[in-house]
């Protein structure tokens, strides 16, 4: 198996030595301690972005594109869970768009990056969303089937999402 690249640097978790330029394959050249038990100690950036690595292998998506739709399902979750029923893919799909509006510039540069990141319609969110739920990252409830992304967003909604003012982001709920 190809090891996560570690490009960023991170201190061996026995002798310190920078592993920076090694991957989570490779074993320290000081002491000889695994990079991958390193990089559990390393804290939540590196583990995040092991996570986005193996979704990406196993998707076949980049990890930009893991990354994106793991943090719009995350807040779509909290937002459900807020509201105390099940999420659906349709609210997965609309949370992705109200994600994308807030983290993206305009709309111009949401269409050159989501095609960039192959990430052009709900059927991708979909593939990845899968990916995840099958390396045991999300739950899935028994009712759910990844046909459920099937023609729920294109890029012309993706377009669209950036006509109407962004959604608040993340913020507590507002008063009931
Ligand atoms: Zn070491």
């Known amino acids: 198996m190809a090891g996560m690249p570690l490009d960023e640097d991170v ?23 695994s990079a991958m038990r390193t990089l559990r100690w ?3 950036d590196l583990s995040r972005r092991a996570m986005a690595f193996q979704i990406a292998q196993a998707s076949g998506y980049p990890i930009d594109a893991v990354l994106i739709v793991h943090d719009a399902v995350a807040h779509t979750l909290a937002t459900a869970f807020d509201k105390g029923r099940h999420t659906t893919a ?7 768009l109200a994600f994308a509006h ?9 269409a050159d990056l989501l095609s960039e990141w192959k990430l ?7 593939r990845i969303v899968w990916a995840m739920v099958n390396a045991g990252v999300l739950k899935q409830s028994p009712d759910d089937a ?21 959604q608040s982001l993340g913020g507590a709920p507002p008063p009931a």
């Not at 052009?120 to 979909?126: I, K, T």
């Not at 992304?149 to 669209?160: E, N």
């Open 90 to 96: 349709r609210d997965v799909c609309d949370g992705f």
């Open 11 to 33: 201190g061996c978790a026995n002798c310190g030595y920078n592993l920076r330029g090694l991957t989570t394959a490779h074993d320290c050249p000081e002491c000889g301690e």
């Open 146 to 166: 990844p046909e459920d992304f099937d023609g729920l967003f294109t890029p012309d909604d993706v377009q669209k999402a950036f006509d109407r003012p962004p």
């Open 102 to 110: 807030a983290n993206f510039h305009d709309a111009a540069e949401a």
């Open 42 to 44: 390393a804290g939540r």
């Open 120 to 126: 052009n319609r709900s059927e991708d969110v979909g």
